[in-house]
């Protein structure tokens, strides 16, 4: 039988060497998990027929070996790149929640995902843990099943799965993982009430001019028009309504061209980071998107950090989920100066887009030693300037619509009565 030799994780983060014999590397991988182990390496040391098989690297054969079994792992159900269903950010929070749950009650890897794969529902999270279980089975790691299976597994999951089969101490970092995508889910949904009201009374608001534009309008000024000459306010109003009835198809497609023009031009990446600039100058709404990505930027940071992942991946990975341009590049430039040696704090100051709090928690954090924990101490102050910011542009966004619904009906008004007080003045 062929013997394998293998490095490994014990649940208290001990690492154990040593050689084990089984039929294939699948079942060397299987025999450890077994043992509650997470193996790390494992090279095959003498094949059936006596010839060496050892890899030169250890993590390039733990990979060699996942991608070995690769087609015989395809075979299962959800294992196939097309056609694949993505879950929604809730439901793999949930997922890493459960996972991390089982690990803590003291079941190996193997016989953890098996048990959260038979309490699964849903064809995508059933499909997600087949993969997970071929994979780990094959002698694959979490994070290199996660990056093989792709979206909703992003940069940021898969370097903390990474940060938890380095570390050893997987069940924290699962957890701390669980807690910053429900932090981000929750944050998400604030966003979304929060600006749901508003946007119904901008709906309405639009509506309401339509009808009066269309209908109402016409059928008041109509028995006016050949009796005198109309006010200027009135022609407009009256042409608008003429064009609307006449040529609505046309507007429809100019809407169209406009929103494929524009989806076509933010892409481009200088046009994007004017655009998210401009975002940011903007009254009451840009602060409210600076609060928010400070406030995901410093939790993601922490958790990253406190997971044992060095600052420059953490930076990396933490920049792309700022979703501002401007932002973003503000952090490359801080990775570009963190890399040659600079402090954390002095680039994210002379950025400019960051609070003075945030560059004072960094540098003390950075002096102390304890940058993680200072971050996640600062995250909860920031998430509750979120709020606050959520509430101000809550309570200024209806008056602004209102004020524009006022001057829209003002201007109908005025188009309307108009024409009858001269009409009037004429008879008089």
């Known amino acids: 039988m062929p013997s394998f030799r293998y490095e490994s994780l014990t649940a208290s983060g001990q690492t154990r060497q040593g050689v084990v014999a089984a039929a294939s590397r699948g079942e060397a991988v299987r025999l450890l998990g077994s043992r509650g182990e997470t193996p790390t390496v494992v090279e ?15 993590l390039a054969a733990v990979n060699g070996a996942a991608t070995a079994g690769a087609d015989s792992a395809s075979t299962r159900p959800g294992l196939f790149r097309s056609g694949r269903r993505v879950v929604s950010r809730g439901e793999m929070a949930n997922l890493i929640r459960e996972l991390a749950t089982a690990l803590e009650a003291g079941l190996p890897l193997m016989q953890a995902l098996r048990t959260v794969r038979r309490t699964a529902k849903g064809a995508g999270m ?17 994070h290199v099943a996660a990056r093989e299976y792709g979206p909703p597994f992003d940069d940021l999951v898969v370097g903390m799965l990474r940060a938890s089969d380095a570390s050893g101490k997987t069940t924290d970092v699962l957890h701390q993982l669980a807690d910053l995508l429900e932090r981000s889910l929750d944050l998400r949904r604030e966003v979304i009430g929060a600006t749901l009201y508003p946007m119904i009374v901008a709906g309405l608001v639009m509506i ?3 009808i009066l534009v269309t209908v109402l309008v016409p059928r008041l000024i109509e028995p006016l028009a050949g009796e005198m000459t109309m006010p200027l306010p009135t022609r407009i109003l009256v042409g608008m309504a003429d064009f609307l009835e006449s040529s609505w198809y046309l507007c429809l497609m100019a809407i169209a061209a406009v929103a494929i ?15 998210d600039r401009m975002k940011l100058r903007a009254p009451i709404f840009g602060q409210l998107l600076r609060d928010i990505a400070v406030s995901r930027f410093t939790r993601t940071l922490g958790t990253l950090v406190s997971a044992g992942i060095p600052i420059i991946d953490a930076l990396r990975i933490t920049r792309d989920t700022l979703g501002n341009a401007a932002m973003m590049q503000a952090i490359d430039d801080v990775q570009e100066r963190v890399t040659s040696g600079s402090s954390l704090a002095d680039p994210l100051e002379r950025s400019g887009l960051f609070p003075p709090l945030l560059i004072q928690v960094v540098n003390l954090g950075e002096r102390s030693g304890r940058l993680d924990y200072m971050l996640m101490h600062a995250a909860g102050a920031f998430d509750r300037q979120v709020n606050n910011s959520i509430k101000l ?11 524009v619904m006022a001057g829209l009906g003002g201007f109908v008004l ?6 009858l007080l001269e009409l009037q003045s004429a008879i008089g």
């Open 44 to 58: 095959a040391v003498e094949s059936s027929n006596g010839e060496a098989a050892a890899r030169p690297n250890g």
């Open 261 to 275: 023009a524009w989806r076509w031009w933010i892409r481009l990446p200088g046009n994007r980071l004017t655009v």
């Open 393 to 403: 542009f809550t309570r200024a966004l209806p008056p602004l619509l209102i004020m």
């Open 126 to 142: 059933i499909g997600i843990l087949d993969h997970f279980i071929a994979r780990v089975e094959a002698g694959a790691s979490l």
């Open 208 to 210: 309401s001019a339509v």
């Open 414 to 419: 005025a188009a309307i009565m108009l024409p």
